[in-house]
């Protein structure tokens, strides 16, 4: 797709023919006779009814004033609102409810429509409208409302129909239209992946009514609406399509964390029960638990210790077992204490706590020698990102359907590295023979700044680069990137806060900074064990503060 400049007054609309012929053109089949009519009215339309009707799909809400919508580069408001009129895609005379009301006309429009009956009409907005809610007014029409009024209010009706072309395009609803004026501006820049006309997220009409029921799910639960009721619009919402089924998973994961919430416990176990969710297992053995259905618990945690499904519920395990154990009356059992090779204790001025515990600790270890970054999460991602670039963005079927994609639509599915093995393999055998720095240094310089969902470019310079490639191991390197392909979610973050070289002498160490009061998370220990096994320099830091001497 072309990119166009802001500069542009109608960068907008250019941007939005662009999707409509995106649309049009790959997902034809999934259009009905209405959509396919939409397509090719609008380009009929005058430029300025087209302009116009841009403005208000990429404006909040459907109703607007109508001297609102005024932009120089459409002209007269009333003029390009015709056509749009004369195709029934907007109304000037739509039925208003008093919050609607509100949100439309100014406090002093307010107060001469209730003039009568407002007993401080010299509040806030807010209290005003509590003040009129208890009369339960009907909804009417704005002169009915504000009688005399020249003011007209917009109601524009298509907004469903353009958030599906949205979600065709973007196969989500999360985008919106300002993707293409950050990338305009050149804030967010995209790989430019090449994908066949069936590269496509959605493959049937169904898949687009899942994907809008589902979106429709989350915002209600978001909205407070009760687990039970979601749960029933949920039951008749399945599909075959994979990245429908892991997003039909994290609504119902959601929907499972709201009933622990409430204390509904068998109503979120009935939601973790064989659900495809990494974490869904250790959620039922701890609703479970809460629910005192001890034995339950202990049993299923029994199995699922017979063959866990990742890390996660290794390390939940070996914290439920013993306590579950206990409350059937065995004899207790000690928990294996993370071993820390390496313990930093630390008394920092007091003075030097505004800038951070971790920043502390980096300009304290700084003055003893070597070289500290802070990179948290940032650094192994990144090297891992730069050097494995290919294999995230290949061109693979299904992988990619838009230009704004800042990475492939199965990145979390459990097939993501299986059907990229050779070229994973190929690019983890230029640790093998060193040809993975240069790699690394080209991609840093030519993919400076696309979007990535490994690499962090506003933590990556020259120097840290070059001090990591000289003193990381490359075996070591290895081990990581193999643990972050192993679960991606999960193992790609819970990494050390800083990072300390002594490119003199080609070493590093990683280190854990905690502040007083502040404890290992769970990723953050098995980030330590996975050190520990292969032999990575680590070390935790416990800070205290300390007033400065007189």
């Excluded at 072309?2 to 500069?7: E, G, K, P, R």
Aim: proline fraction near 5%; glycine fraction near 6%.
């Amino acid at each position: 797709m072309i990119a166009h400049s802001v500069d542009d007054p109608l960068y907008y609309l250019h941007n939005f023919r662009q999707v409509l012929h995106w649309v049009g053109q790959r997902y034809a089949d999934l259009l009905d006779r209405h959509e396919h009519a939409f397509l090719t009215q609008f380009a009929e339309l005058p430029q300025a009814a087209q302009a116009l009707l841009v403005r208000m799909v990429m404006r909040k809400g459907e109703l607007f004033r109508e001297d609102r919508l005024d932009y120089a580069e459409i002209g007269e408001t009333a003029a390009a609102l015709e056509p749009l009129l004369a195709l029934d895609w907007v109304c000037v005379a739509p039925l208003l409810d008093l919050e609607q009301l509100f949100a439309l006309l100014r406090k002093d429009e307010l107060v001469h429509c209730f003039a009568d009956r407002l007993s401080q009409p010299k509040a806030t907005k807010g209290r005003l409208l509590a003040e009129l809610q208890p009369l339960s007014l009907a909804e009417r029409r704005l002169n009915d409302w504000y009688e005399g009024t020249p003011l007209r209010i917009v109601h524009w009706r298509l907004q469903p129909l353009c958030d599906r072309l949205r979600l065709l395009f973007f196969g989500n609803l999360y985008q919106d239209w300002s993707e293409f004026v950050l990338a305009d501006l050149g804030l967010l820049r995209y790989e430019q992946v090449s994908f066949s006309l069936d590269s496509r997220a959605l493959r049937h009409r169904d898949d687009v009514d899942l994907a809008l029921a589902l979106h429709a799910c989350a915002e209600r639960l978001e909205l407070g609406e009760a687990p039970g009721a979601l749960l029933a619009s949920l039951s008749c919402l399945n599909s075959a399509n994979p990245w429908l089924a892991r997003r039909r998973a994290r609504v119902l994961y959601a929907i499972g964390q709201q009933c622990e919430r409430l204390g509904e416990w068998s109503l979120a176990t009935e939601v973790y029960q064989g659900l495809a969710h990494p974490q869904a297992r250790i959620r039922q053995v701890r609703v479970l638990e809460r629910s005192e259905r001890w034995q339950c618990a202990h049993a299923l945690a029994q199995h699922m210790a017979e063959a866990p499904a990742n890390a996660l519920e290794v390390q939940a395990l070996a914290r439920m077992l013993p306590r579950l154990a206990r409350k059937l009356g065995g004899p207790p059992r000690r928990r294996r204490a993370t071993v820390v090779e390496e313990l930093i204790e630390l008394q920092l001025p007091f003075e030097t706590a505004g800038q951070g515990v971790e920043r502390a600790v980096r300009d304290h270890l700084q003055n003893g020698g070597g070289e500290v970054h802070y990179v948290e999460n940032t650094l192994f991602n990144s090297l891992f990102g730069l050097l494995c670039w290919d294999a995230i963005f290949a061109p693979l079927p299904g992988a990619f359907f838009h230009p704004y994609q800042s990475a492939p639509q199965d990145l979390h599915d459990d097939d993501f590295q299986l059907r990229r093995t050779e070229l994973f393999e190929a690019c983890f055998a230029q640790l093998d023979d060193g040809r993975y720095r240069q790699t690394i240094r080209e991609r840093f310089v030519s993919k400076h700044g696309l979007q990535s969902p490994f690499v962090f470019w506003g933590a990556l310079n020259d120097t840290l680069l070059e001090q990591a490639l000289a003193c990381v191991p490359a075996e070591h390197l290895k081990q990581c990137f193999a643990r972050l392909l192993q679960d991606i979610r999960n193992n790609r973050t819970g990494m050390p806060d800083l990072i300390q070289f002594w490119p003199e002498q080609g070493r590093y160490r990683m280190i854990e900074v905690k502040g007083p009061g502040d404890r290992l998370q769970d990723n953050q220990l098995r980030w330590l064990e996975f050190c520990k096994t292969h032999a990575m320099p680590l070390a935790v830091c416990h800070v205290r503060w300390c007033e400065a001497a007189a």
